[in-house]
Every structure is written in C-alpha cells, then in structure tokens.
C-alpha cells in the first residue's frame, strides 16, 4: 500500500542511472535512541547532519532516509547551484533583502564547494554562467525588467538575441536572453552520494527507512519506521512537503510533481547542434516554463510539466518532455530521451520556504519550491543551529521570507487548476 508520507517514483532517477551502483545502507531496525534525529537524507537534511556534528561533536545523530541516496528528490533536480542571487529589482528594500540572502547563499556554497575539492566528490561541478531565455514578447519584458535592475545594481549582464542563442546553445527558439557569468552545474544525484560518504562517522544514516509516524511523549519524539521505533530529544524534518503528512504546515503547502529527461549520447556530427558553449544551462523567463541545460559534452537535460499533488502518466511525460525538446532542436528530433523521471517538490504561495520550529524538539524546513541545493544547505545548517542554541535568527525571514497560507482544499485544488492554466496560456512557448 502506497505511503502518503514520503514520494513514491514510478521511474527511476536517470542521474543515479548514469552512477555506478551502489550498496544502501542498512534500515534502522529495534529500539533505537539519539538527542538528534534528522529525516530526510538530501542537502537540507545532510546539512543538518553535518552542522550537528560540529555543534556537538560526541553526540550520535541518526540520518534516515526514506528511499535511497540519490533516489530521493535532491538527486532527482536539474543540478543548477549559484553562489549569489540577483535582486529583482533597484529598491532598496529588494537591494538589502539580496544583501541578506547571499550572505547565506555564500557560505552555503563555499561550504559545498569545499566539501567537493576535500572529499574528491566526482559530480561534474563546474562554472557555467547561467541563461535566463524568453521565447515571447511577454517573457522577454520581464528579463528587461531583470537586466534593468541587474544594471542599475552594477551586476554585469549580457543581452542574447536568436542568432547569438543559435551561436552559443544552438537554438534560435529563444528571441531574448541574459547571461550572467554567477552560476554552477553539478550532477545532483553524483554530489548527493557523495556528500553522503562525506559524513563524519557519528552520523549513522539508514536508508529505506521510511518515518510512518511521529508523535510527542513528554518532551521527547518517537519516530515509527516499518522496522524501528525511535526515541529522540530533537528531530528535524528535512522531508520539504512531506511534513504536512505528520499534521504540519498543511496551510503553507503543497505538493508538485515536476518532470524531467535526458537524451541518449549524440553522435559527433549531432553535437554540432548543440552551440559552441562547451556548458551551459537555461533557465525559463516564466515559471511554468522549460528548463534545459547541456549534460556532459553530448547530452542535453529538459524539465517541465507540473501537476498538483499526483503524478501524470508516463505516457504524457514522455510524450510532453520529447515534444518540448524537438521544438528547441528540430535538428535532433529523432534523438530520444533516454532517461525520463518524475520528481515531487514542495511549493509556497509566495515562493518563501518555511525553515523553524514546529514544536519543543520539532523543527523543520519545507517548502524550496524548486530551488534546493545552495538553499537546502543553508537551511539545513540553520535548523541545526536552532535545535542546538535554541535561538532563532530573524535574518533568515529577512532573507528567505515567510510563507503566506493558501485555501484548503478543494479551494485549493481548484485554484491551482484554474492558475496554472492561466499561466500555462501565458508561459506559451516557453512551456
């Protein structure tokens, strides 16, 4: 029987398809007892984990993963990572709330960026820049208003036209564009395995060992797996939309399931299509639109499609992913996707996370809508300090917001339904 509690894939995570297989460790099982318990074994809960580990360094930190490492939804995401954001606009308020966020931002990635070089992690981590495409009048307007407040905040922008994006990415599908040089790529699944081994040894992680149940007794936590019961003074939820599965933060959230695919490896004569950008990654001007990046030298990754709360078939996400592919690279439309997974994430109203405590000894992070590798570290870092100090830091909402409630169901269903449509007709193309 299905679990509500945590995803469910139907397909496999093609980045992990590309690794070497690898043995899982072992479920939790028995009675088990720790003062921390982090759920969730992606980069916010890794986070958690490793932060615990320099807070307390002789206490034992139990790491559960539902699925396997490199299954789960971190390995599943496109792989793009930024060391700075650039503010949406030249306000003040917007120029100081950017100043906020990339000093979180900053140490985030330098973090992982360090972890990468120490621990040799071989996940393909490498500077790109970072595209942000319009395929319409209306989605080239709002990169006009990006490269305004870009320039007006003395962040250097490129401006690309059709004939330069079919010089650099081999496609004139794209009518108007800005490349910045601030942006990374990494194979998701690659770097999350391998912060995994990274872990310092009083970590104990169990994967495929799925929380079915969380309750308070007194001031202590119990944590039910298929095959452990668990008894902790501290756990984390590091599990983004799932939590509202345990009764929490319903009204914040809800949850999405996103698609993506890889091709097959190109033939020489074929990578010719692909530009003369050895690496590249482009991002949508719209939110319901496509992402597409360079995989490797001679792959290229597309993601797309939304749906509320249940999966597509796998008919219309293979149908849908190759239809969006071809139209960019009509040139490659007998080239296949040869990996296609689905992916669940978790969305806000406003676009803010939620990072605190839900309880005495419950925290959580929830809600990366889409974004979740520098972000996941540097909340899962932050919900390890507020389980150890016990002091919250107001610079977190300064930087990251608060999410706002949304209708309940079937308000809430309905509205989704009726938005995404409307922003489905208007993303047009760039769906």
């Not at 995401?77 to 949406?88: A, C, I, K, Q, V």
Request: hydrophobic fraction near 40%; include cysteine; aromatic fraction near 8%.
């Amino acid at each position: 029987m299905k679990n509500p509690a945590f995803p469910s894939y139907a397909q496999a995570c093609g980045w992990n398809a590309m690794l070497p297989s690898r043995s899982p460790r072992a479920p939790a099982e028995g009675h088990l007892d720790a003062p921390y318990v982090v759920v969730g074994a992606g980069f916010t809960g890794m986070a958690a984990a490793r932060k615990l580990c320099q807070l307390n360094p002789q206490a034992e930190i139990l790491l559960l993963e539902a699925s396997t490492v490199g299954e789960g939804s971190s390995g599943r995401n496109s792989g793009f990572l930024t060391r700075e954001e650039y503010p949406s606009s030249n306000a003040a308020q917007s120029v100081a709330q950017n100043n906020i966020l990339n000093g979180f931002n900053r140490g985030a990635f330098d973090e992982l960026q360090q972890l990468i070089e120490d621990h040799q992690i071989d996940c393909d981590f490498h500077s790109s820049g970072r595209i942000r495409a319009a395929a319409t009048p209306e989605g080239a307007n709002n990169l006009r208003k990006i490269q305004h407040a870009l320039e007006s905040t003395g962040h250097a922008c490129q401006t690309l036209d059709a004939t330069e994006f079919k010089k650099r990415i081999g496609t004139d599908y794209y009518k108007f564009g800005i490349y910045t040089d601030t942006g990374h790529l990494v194979q998701p699944a690659a770097l999350i395995r391998g912060l995994l081994a990274a872990l310092p040894p009083q970590v104990q992680v169990h994967e495929n060992s799925p929380v079915i149940d969380l309750s308070q007794h007194g001031k202590r936590w119990l944590l039910k797996t298929p095959s452990a019961q668990i008894t902790a003074d501290h756990v984390i939820m590091a599990t983004n939309a799932s939590v509202k599965f345990f009764g929490y933060l319903k009204e914040k959230l809800v949850t999405i399931h996103t698609y993506a695919g890889i091709s097959e490896p190109l033939k020489p004569n074929e990578m010719a299509h692909l530009g003369a950008m050895a690496s590249w990654g482009v991002l949508p001007a719209h939110r319901l639109g496509t992402t597409v990046r360079r995989v490797g030298a001679d792959r290229i990754l597309v993601r797309s499609l939304y749906a509320y709360e249940q999966s597509l078939s796998e008919s219309v996400v293979h149908e849908a992913l190759h239809r969006r592919f071809h139209n960019r690279y009509p040139e490659l439309s007998h080239v296949r996707l040869e990996h296609v997974w689905g992916g669940v994430t978790g969305l806000t109203l406003n676009g803010s996370p939620y990072a605190g405590r839900l309880a005495q000894g419950l925290y959580a992070s929830a809600g990366c809508n889409g974004s979740g590798i520098v972000k996941g570290t540097a909340l899962g870092t932050y919900l390890a300090e507020l389980a150890h100090h016990n002091k919250t830091n107001p610079q977190i909402q300064m930087a990251y917001g608060t999410p706002n409630s949304i209708l309940p169901d079937p308000f809430r269903a309905l509205g989704f339904k009726v938005i995404s449509a409307w922003e489905s007709r208007k993303a047009g193309l760039e769906s």
